[in-house]
Each structure stands twice: as structure tokens, then as C-alpha cells.
């Protein structure tokens, strides 16, 4: 019922910008709480930013002043704004839908020269 599109990854270099997108079909996407995750190799899989039905946000203090989320309620999208990006930013990064616990497939961001 419910599916969750990612895209916006891929490979920039230190100090580059990129934009992930996650695009939610089947779902009342406006009464979601969301949330993009990133796990890196070797590494427990981590909470980077949310937003809240209302549009309340959270952001890990790893990314904080760098990363920005948002949402457009009328594109059932969520959106992460990633600059300044470092190597230590690289990992899989999913979306999450938090009310039910459903997640996205990943996509990989890869921070180097």
C-alpha cells in the first residue's frame, strides 16, 4: 500500500551540495511524521533529521547548520538539504515513515576527492 521513492544521491565532493528527495504514494502523507536516516559501513544506522506533521524539526548535532529538512505536503515529498558535505557524511541514507515505522530503500551518498 504504502511505497516510498528516493532520489538526490550520488557521489560530490568535499565541501559540495546535493539535495535528497523521498516521495511517498499510497499513504495520507500529511499526517506523517518523517525522518531521514543515514548507516554507514560499520556503523548502527542513525537519526539525521525528522519533521513532524506540523512542520516541528529535529537535526543531529553532526549535521546541524549543514543539513536542512523540509517538506511539501502537496507533493507528498520530504526533502534533505545537504551542504558542506564532508567524507565522515558518507552512508546509506534512508526515509522513514515514523508513525508506522516503514522505510525506503536507501540511497548512497559518497563524500570524497
Known amino acids: 500500500q504504502v511505497q516510498l521513492v528516493e532520489s538526490g544521491g550520488g557521489l560530490v565532493q568535499p565541501g559540495g551540495s546535493l539535495r535528497l528527495s523521498c516521495t511517498a504514494s499510497g499513504s495520507i502523507f500529511s499526517n506523517y511524521a518523517m525522518g531521514w536516516y543515514r548507516q554507514a559501513p560499520g556503523r548502527q544506522r542513525e537519526l539525521v533529521a525528522s519533521?513532524?506533521?506540523?512542520?516541528?524539526?529535529y537535526s543531529a548535532g553532526s549535521v546541524k547548520g549543514r543539513f536542512t529538512i523540509s517538506r511539501d505536503n502537496a507533493k507528498n515529498t520530504v526533502y534533505l538539504q545537504m551542504n558542506n558535505l564532508k567524507p565522515e557524511d558518507t552512508a546509506v541514507y534512508y526515509c522513514k515513515i515514523i508513525n508506522i515505522g516503514f522505510w525506503g530503500q536507501g540511497t548512497q551518498v559518497t563524500v570524497s576527492s
Open positions: 519533521i513532524t506533521s506540523s512542520g516541528s524539526t
